[in-house]
């Protein structure tokens, strides 16, 4: 019988981003990850025409959270990720409205370049903050995109824009019956490229750090890592994925606005599906969009008047039962089959 | 003249009302280390609740004193009863978690707060003019101002007054400055901890009910009041410090003001200017303009 090696667990020590090649833990990951994906892919192609907006809009807000995921992980929660999800989304609208272009893979670049870009102006100026007042600067930085948007008449102020679905290599994507399943396709395949690159980002050495710089900084920083440029680039990646979320979630929605893009309701929301996922995985946050989705959208569904009451109970349930995250159940699952076997083993 | 008039007192006016909800939150930031975003549903439904007692009064031809003393009882009912729910059945139990998961459960509990109230009284408009009717205008410096605009202010200055008398002149103000400065030397010298708290979540939230109340008789109550509300406060506490008083005094004066000069001049910038100064004083002082004393750490 093979027996723990400690050398070879992911979860101890930093070695695993330093070693030559991929380590055992983050190969079994990866070929997990591109399990789970070949099935979502497969169950969105065949699922029902009007499953595929409430899929993409999961999917985009797993995006956003496998960001904010990797904030949490060193113990930040930012109350204004609300601002690059409107940057994403306003920049598809504009693409689309003022300059003609419809490409998708023009408005990813577009919206992540300029998420990214807004991120490291802010990022600069944030990194030095923790805890509350993290999540109030950045939600004090969102309002001021959302008081800009909701008094310019350029950006239609409350109603917003809206936004054509787009071209993909020329082939237009605008069908009768809703959305073209090669948008759901490859709004699967860029959240399968975040995922993975959020796993292998969590085995290297700045990921390990990202998680290190919640139990102790001073610690980190006596190792002779820095701290502020790990917090730094954990937010610049964080900006990144939220934007390139803003930008599909505004081409499955086909509409931008302020009030449930950029407000700090909106924000509210994403950290609430981050949150609901865990830190536990890199496929968590995904998991956490799916099930932030289908809350949102069967009580909107059902109770049209009151979806908000429903939100806020599944809110504070979910808190108070489990604080960290639906992926520590599955874990605790997992953990519980490897032991039971390893017993009749011995 | 005119405009500066105007300007100073719609400035003060929105000073007096944003510290009224302001000194409610940052305390209990100060004792419970809670950010408290269902504050601004507590405020809704004040407003709400008010509106509503103020039409019984007025279909009744009551005094008007009859309306003051249906906005002080609303308050203390409304924000009493929520302060004790949301006390007991939720922060209490979560005691010893991360601030930011405390964070997400007063947004949860927000949520569900402000739904529930568009249930309770409908989507409509709620309007309860009589009590500002009924005290009439009066010209300052030649322009017409309403009696109740100028009472805002005064009951601002009063709860001011009561929070510095009480957290300065009595033993249990003083004992709930000793937490706000260092729970755990409180609780070694016997201070019982649970029940300041429990005290400060109830006052803080009657404060949040008096706000709500207190300004629906000069606005229109309507859903999405709170949405509006809290993350003004947070800005006012923000910027004066969290956990500070005379902070939240200095924050909303700045803000309200600010926010008066831009409707007057730049009426665009009116939300942006709240945010702006909110992030620039973050930026400059991160922990406020007045932070409150803190422990050394050793």
Redesign the interface.
Known sequence: MKTWDPRSDSKIGPDAGRKQGLTRSLRINLVVIVAVYALLGTVSMIAADWLDTPIMIALSIGIAASGLMLLWRSGLISFGHGLYLGVGAYSVAILNQWYGVSSVFAALAVGGFLAGLTGAVIGVLIQRYRGIFFAMLNLAFSMVLYGYLVNSNMFGSTEGLSVSPGTLLGIDLVTSEGHDKRLVLLVVVLCFLVTIFVEVWRHSVMGWLGRSIRDNEVRVQYLGYSVAQTVFVTYLISAVATGLAGVVLALSIGQVDPGSMVNWTASGDLVFATVLGGTGSALAPVLGGFCYEAIHSTSMQLFPSSWGLVMGVAIVAIIMALPTGLWSVIRRIIKARVFSVKKVEQ | MHTFVTVALDGLEFASYLFIVSVGLTVIFGVMRI?NVAHGAVYGWGAYVAAIVIGWASAAALPVWAYFVGIGLTSVVVGAAFGLIVYFA?VR??EG?????L???T??????????S??VFGGTSHYSFAPVMALGRVTVGGTLRTNYGFSIIGLAALVGVACWYFFDRTRTGRLIRVVIYDREVAETLGVNVNAMQCLTFIGGSVLAALGGAYIAPTISVQPGLG?QII?MA??VS?VGG?GSISGAMIGALIIGLLRSVAIHFV??????V???V??AV??VR??GLFPPPKARSI
């Open positions: 950010l939720f139990r979560m978690q991360d601030e930011v998961i964070l997400l459960l947004f949860g509990l927000f949520l569900a707060l402000e739904n529930l568009l249930l949405t993350v947070f800005a923000v969290l009426p665009s910038l009116e939300l942006f709240i945010y702006g909110m992030a973050l930026l991160p922990e």
